[in-house]
């Protein structure tokens, strides 16, 4: 996928990195701490927001699932980064390993589409989004990836969150025993709180 177009999106947004010190940093650190932003929200989502717990399980799936569709392309297609060609300027120490699809951006992506279809977190999945478009575009910038990847990323979250709504009424029978599960812990350790307190 190392074709004319890559290469040129890639030079196009690359060629930037190691002119400014203020971008340099700022895009750094999208490439490299955006996607906990996630992992905070879902986190906060999940504890203060006991109702919206259904919705943080189909965005974990999500996630989980795009990744589990990633690991198997790469057990049958090798993409080099730009720096083991090597071509451009490398911001961020990275193995050498397949770029080919982006596991930060399948994660971000797959998230935040999963959040666009509840309507009360639509809200919070077009804010992700924006900032997953940001994150990957900051992680070409940083010369770990080509365009392609994050193309890529985004067609393996979009078949990833297909999959889901067409199994969700499956997967809320399950989500139910799950969320059960939790509360029974939640409300053992409120107990064991309040007699030691």
């Not at 040129?8 to 490439?31: E, Q």
């Not at 911001?91 to 397949?98: N, W």
Request: glycine content about 6%; hydrophobic content about 50%.
């Amino acid at each position: 996928m190392i074709t004319d177009l890559n290469l040129t999106l890639f030079h196009i947004i690359n060629d930037l990195a190691g002119k400014n010190s203020v971008l340099d940093t700022t895009m750094i650190f999208a490439a490299k701490y955006l996607i906990y932003i996630f992992c905070v929200y879902l986190a906060y989502t999940w504890f203060a927001k006991n109702e919206y717990r259904q919705e943080v399980l189909f965005a974990g799936y999500a996630a989980l699932l795009g990744l589990g569709m990633n690991f198997i392309i790469t057990l049958f297609y090798f993409h080099p980064r730009p720096f083991m060609i090597p071509t451009g300027t490398l911001l961020i120490a990275h193995v050498a390993e397949s770029s080919f699809p982006s596991d930060h951006a399948t994660i971000m992506i797959s998230i935040s589409l999963m959040l666009l279809t509840f309507k009360d977190l639509r809200r919070s999945g077009a804010i992700f989004f924006i900032l997953a478009f940001i994150s990957g575009l900051a992680r070409v910038y940083s010369g770990l990836h080509f365009p392609m990847d994050m193309a890529g990323s985004l067609l393996i979250a979009l078949f990833s969150i297909s999959i889901l709504l067409a199994l969700k009424k499956y997967l809320i029978p399950i989500n139910r025993i799950l969320l059960t599960y939790f509360e029974n812990i939640e409300k053992k350790l409120t107990k064991g709180n309040l007699k030691t307190s």
